[in-house]
Antibody, heavy 117, light 106 residues
Framework: EVQLLESGGGLVQPGGSLRLSCVVSGFTFSTYVMTWVRQAPGKGLEWVSV????????YYADSVKGRFTISRDNSKNTVFLQMNSLRVEDTAVYYCARYNHYGLDVWGLGTTVTVSS | DIQMTQSPSSLSASVGDRVTITCRASLGISNYLAWYQQKPGKPPKLLIYAASILQSGVPSRFSGSGSGTDFTLTISSLQPEDVASYYCQKYNTAPWTFGQGTKVEI
């Protein structure tokens, strides 16, 4: 069964850091582009970042550029999102998702990040 | 960056009604458009990709159309289980922007 499992969320003060992880199973991780999408409470979906299968291309939303870093470890079937200089407006559920050349076809259940003093 | 504008932001319809949601890109994106359904407390689910191709397992009452800048998601006969929010997303180039979403109620 194809599965994505996020972890690493929690409560952090403004200016703090968190590292999210997404462990996948059930497919050949190293051949897929992976992405992070977030959803603030009561709001819509916001695309955050994407990383190529071979880790040679990365892109970010303007709202997180320079503060967030996406990475992956294909030996551990894991994609990461390092989040620094966190702001209140980064509070959201963070989902990782698999890109299958035509859209995001598999999603994790999400991990909640709360930025508050 | 290309902006994605969805309308309406919400709608209420009756069971059996035909429902149409539109998504407009500020510049052409060919057919690099996907539609997602999200129910409360759940992750999104891919419904349609390449603007008009139904994802496996999705009921045939869902359909998509369009190319370039104007796209449509249609539910031919609204069912109670279709109560959800629906989002379009472009994926031709980064950023892979989502539309603002449409909340569908009965």
């Amino acid at each position: 069964e194809v599965q994505l499992l996020e972890s690493g969320g929690g409560l952090v003060q403004p200016g703090g850091s968190l590292r999210l992880s997404c462990v996948v199973s059930g497919f050949t991780f190293s051949t897929y582009v992976m992405t992070w999408v977030r959803q603030a409470p009561g709001k819509g979906l916001e695309w955050v970042s994407v990383i190529s299968a071979r880790d040679d291309s990365k892109y970010y939303a303007d709202s997180v550029k320079g503060r967030f870093t996406i990475s992956r470890d294909n030996s551990k079937n894991t994609v990461f999102l390092q989040m620094n200089s966190l702001r209140v407006e980064d509070t959201a559920v963070y989902y990782c998702a698999r890109y299958n050349h035509y859209g995001l076809d598999v999603w994790g259940l999400g991990t909640t990040v709360t930025v508050s003093s | 960056d290309i902006q994605m504008t969805q309308s309406p932001s919400s709608l209420s319809a009756s069971v059996g009604d035909r429902v149409t949601i539109t998504c407009r890109a500020s510049l052409g994106i060919s057919n690099y458009l996907a539609w997602y359904q999200q129910k409360p407390g759940k992750p999104p689910k891919l419904l349609i990709y390449a603007a008009s191709i139904l994802q496996s397992g999705v009921p045939s009452r869902f359909s998509g159309s369009g190319s370039g800048t104007d796209f449509t998601l249609t539910i031919s006969s609204l069912q109670p289980e279709d109560v959800a929010s629906y989002y379009c997303q472009k994926y031709n180039t980064a950023p892979w922007t989502f539309g603002q979403g449409t909340k569908v109620e009965i």
